[in-house]
Each structure stands twice: as C-alpha cells, then as structure tokens.
Nanobody
Framework: QVQLVESGGGLVQAGGSLRLSCLASRSIGSIQAMGWYRQAPGKQRELVAV???????TIASSVKGRFTISRDNAKNTVYLQMNSLKPEDTAVYYC?????????WGQGTQVTVSS
C-alpha cells in the first residue's frame, strides 16, 4: 500500500504560480508512474501530468508549457509546478501512484484561480 498526501494548493490570481507536493508513505523509486490529475466541478477527473520511474513525463496539452512535473526519490515526493495559472485550472488536484499491482490516490488539494 501507498499513502499519498498532497499539499500546496490554495487561492491564486490568474497569471500566478503554485507548486503542489505529493508525499508518499514509502519509497517511490520503484513505483512505475506517479502523476497528477484534476477534477473541476461537474467534470470528469482528467490527467494533468505523469512521470515514470525512468523520468519520462507526459503533460496534458491544456497545460503544456505552463506546468512541469518532477520527482525527488530521496524525499519520496512528486511535485507539480504550475505557472501562468488560468481560471480554468481551478479544480481539486489529486496525486496518483501506479505500482502496477495497484493504483493509489491522495485526498486531493484545492486549487482556485481567480480572474
């Protein structure tokens, strides 16, 4: 099992930046992929960014060029750096870990971008 705890969400003005952190309860070095998803009110949860154990990243087209995902295996933490935020980025952001044998989710952190 893996417990995931997100932090770093909050209220920010359009054009601002936030960095989300996802702390895992165990070593993430062997976890196949870790990612960030988001869910806005009335919408389905969608992929934002994923990073594999080999460091390969996938970024959603809607945030490409503005968001960056990274991982620090020594700290068991995955980050989502969000720049040039837009009101449409407002959502609950969830951390995800895919071990192959199981998929785990954090509780989510709210990001609100005001216009």
């Amino acid at each position: 099992q893996v417990q995931l705890v997100e932090s770093g969400g909050g209220l920010v003005q359009a054009g601002g930046s936030l960095r989300l952190s996802c702390l895992a309860s165990r070593s993430i070095g062997s976890i196949q992929a870790m990612g960030w998803y988001r869910q806005a009110p009335g919408k389905q949860r969608e992929l934002v960014a994923v990073i594999t154990s080999g460091g390969i990243t996938t970024i959603a087209s809607s945030v490409k060029g503005r968001f960056t995902i990274s991982r620090d295996n020594a700290k068991n933490t995955v980050y989502l750096q969000m720049n040039s935020l837009k009101p449409e980025d407002t959502a609950v952001y969830y951390c995800n870990a895919d071990r192959g044998s199981g998929v785990y989710w954090g509780q989510g952190t709210q990001v609100t971008v005001s216009s």
